[in-house]
């Protein structure tokens, strides 16, 4: 599901509930982005990205999720892809970052 990069990918990263999650927003500050997840369980969570150098971002809010895929890339970087479960939809959301760690939520329930 991580269409046209293939060749490039490493693995399936990011805990399991992920999985048909709901990307619901994103916060960028300096070198730190954190993505907002609501699992298919309704459990809040976030993943915060840190020494990210790239991000590219098209209409990922709203996205459902199939996983987050690694990629490969130059140390001390990893790719991170978030596979959107339509590949019809143009949400996208492509981070390049030292490393990431799942947080609590601290997003307000919609």
Known sequence: M????ENEFISYVGPP?????ILTGIDSAEDTVTVWVRSYEGRRYGLTFHGVIHQ?????VGMMLYAL?????SPPY???????WDDEEP??????????????SQEPSP
């Open 2 to 5: 991580c269409s046209g990069v």
């Open 91 to 104: 949400g996208r959301l492509r981070i390049t970052a030292e490393g990431f760690q799942e947080i609590e």
């Open 78 to 84: 990893h790719r991170y892809v978030f596979a959107n």
């Open 69 to 73: 895929c690694e990629l490969r890339a």
């Open 56 to 60: 590219e971002a098209i209409e990922p």
């Open 17 to 21: 509930d992920l999985h048909d999650g």
